[in-house]
Nanobody, 112 residues
Framework: QVQLVESGGGLVQAGGSLRLSCAAS????????MSWYRQAPGKQRELVAGITSGGRTNYADSVKGRFTISRDNAKKTVYLQMNSLKPEDTAVYYC??????WGQGTQVTVSS
């Protein structure tokens, strides 16, 4: 069983930055592929970024060049650095491990 706890969400003006963190339990965190998803009101959950156990990353087209996913295996934590935020980035952001385990989500609100 893996538990994931997100933090770092909040309210920010357009053009601003936030860094989300996702702390994981479990002894084999380094072996997990980790992802960030988001879900805006009335929309389906979508993949924002992913990082493999080997550090390979992928991003949704809508966030490429603005968001950066990274991981610290020693801290069992995955991060999402979000820059140049836009109002359309407003959503609840979820961390996922292997696409199986999910956190509770953290709200990100970007004001115009």
């Amino acid at each position: 069983q893996v538990q994931l706890v997100e933090s770092g969400g909040g309210l920010v003006q357009a053009g601003g930055s936030l860094r989300l963190s996702c702390a994981a339990s479990g002894s084999i965190f380094s072996m997990y592929a980790m992802s960030w998803y988001r879900q805006a009101p009335g929309k389906q959950r979508e993949l924002v970024a992913g990082i493999t156990s080997g550090g390979r990353t992928n991003y949704a087209d809508s966030v490429k060049g603005r968001f950066t996913i990274s991981r610290d295996n020693a801290k069992k934590t995955v991060y999402l650095q979000m820059n140049s935020l836009k109002p359309e980035d407003t959503a609840v952001y979820y961390c996922a491990a292997q696409g199986v385990y999910w956190g509770q989500g953290t709200q990100v609100t970007v004001s115009s």
